[in-house]
């Protein structure tokens, strides 16, 4: 079925690609790539007023798996610098992983409940960026407008690691266009409420995320002679979680700082008797401009050493400016130590 409005019938047609972001293809240009491509093809159909760029990066070695990205220029008369209107825009088509079984209906049919469309990526931000690309269109087709530029940056690596999306593609700009000086920047990441413009987001421009590996002992759950690691990981991220980070001075800045544990991992899934050796949580701090990544990495690991002995540091710091970082945790080894002891004397039994 289509829909009556031919804007709101583009966006549809949009979201029912799947482009998963590209981390989750088993390997380079695997299909989600190939999704995501198709996905930027169509961007650069509905935009037929534009001249398009479709370029790739895979330059990390630690993520070596190539991300297309579309770059568009709107141009209407001459540009004349210091004169002539540049605005910058960008969005992203690229969406994370749906489980149709939490669906009310299937993530990618683009169904209309209520008068609302129902899709992966319709608020973040397939929903934006067809908004940029249409607005920007009207804007060539507008006689009031006698001259204009629109430089558009669409990438497929925003979602994951992003590390071979837009900040690839800005320089890519900044070096290819470099007559171009954009007046301004008019991103598409959802902000509004209930309806668009009703609201604002500031956007905190620090992402620290990483991983916090606990080691324990494994053992029967009735035994007792074991040493949970998830206990020691829930504990761990309580505590940061309740950290008071320290609010921006401007009250502008509405949202804090803030430590979020994003997901948690244990071997020995669903059972009930075998209290696991080891468990991995994920977790993320977005930061305001007063804090520093160096300086959040050293928080995490202090108040992490105030729960759990024995902090051995192995981060790894990758896409800068949104540093990646690991700590592997070695849980208490004086106590198993102590436990093997008691194991060799006897005065432990073997689970």
Not at 95 to 109: C, D, G, I, K, T
Not at 171 to 177: A, I, P
Not at 255 to 275: D, E, K, W
Request: glycine letters at 8%; proline letters at 7%.
């Amino acid at each position: 079925m289509t829909h009556p409005n031919p804007d709101v019938q583009k966006l549809i047609e949009l979201v029912r690609i799947p482009s998963f972001n590209v981390l989750f293809d088993k390997e380079s240009g695997g299909p989600n790539y190939q999704a995501t491509k198709d996905a930027l093809k169509y961007l650069k159909s509905v935009a037929s007023s534009a001249d398009h760029f479709m370029v790739e990066f895979d330059e990390y070695p630690e993520f070596p798996k190539k991300v297309p990205n579309l770059v568009s220029v709107w141009q209407k008369g001459e540009y004349i610098p210091g004169v002539t209107k540049c605005l910058l825009v960008s969005g992203h088509v690229d969406v994370v992983l749906a489980n149709p079984a939490e669906w009310s209906h299937p993530p990618f049919e683009g169904a209309i409940v209520d008068d609302y469309i129902i899709g992966r990526g319709v608020t973040d931000m397939k929903g934006g960026t067809m908004s940029l690309v249409l607005a920007a269109e009207r804007a060539m087709a507008d006689p009031a407008i006698e001259s204009m530029v629109i430089i558009g940056v669409f990438t497929g690596d925003e979602e994951a690691m992003a590390l071979n999306g837009a900040k690839h593609a800005f320089k890519w700009v900044s070096e290819n266009f470099e007559v171009f000086k954009p007046d301004a920047a008019l991103i598409a990441e959802p902000a509004s409420n209930k309806v668009f413009g009703d609201q604002y987001g500031d956007g905190r421009p620090g992402l620290l995320g990483g991983y916090l590996d606990f080691t324990g002992i494994s053992g029967h759950s009735g035994a007792g002679n074991f040493i949970n690691p998830v206990t020691l990981g829930c504990n761990v991220m309580a505590g940061l979680e309740a950290h008071e980070f320290e609010p921006h001075p401007d009250p502008a800045w509405t949202h804090r700082t803030s430590f979020q544990p994003m997901s948690a991992q244990a071997a020995h899934l669903f059972n009930v008797n075998l209290v696991p050796g080891s468990a991995a949580f994920a977790w993320s701090i977005r930061f305001t401009p007063i804090f520093t990544a160096p300086e959040l990495t050293k928080l995490v690991k202090d108040k992490t050493q105030r729960i759990v002995r024995n902090v051995a540091e192995s981060w790894a710091r990758r896409g800068m400016p949104f540093p990646d970082a690991s700590i592997t945790v070695l849980t208490n080894y004086e106590q198993k130590r102590e436990f093997e002891k008691q194991l060799q004397e006897g005065r432990q039994k073997p689970t």
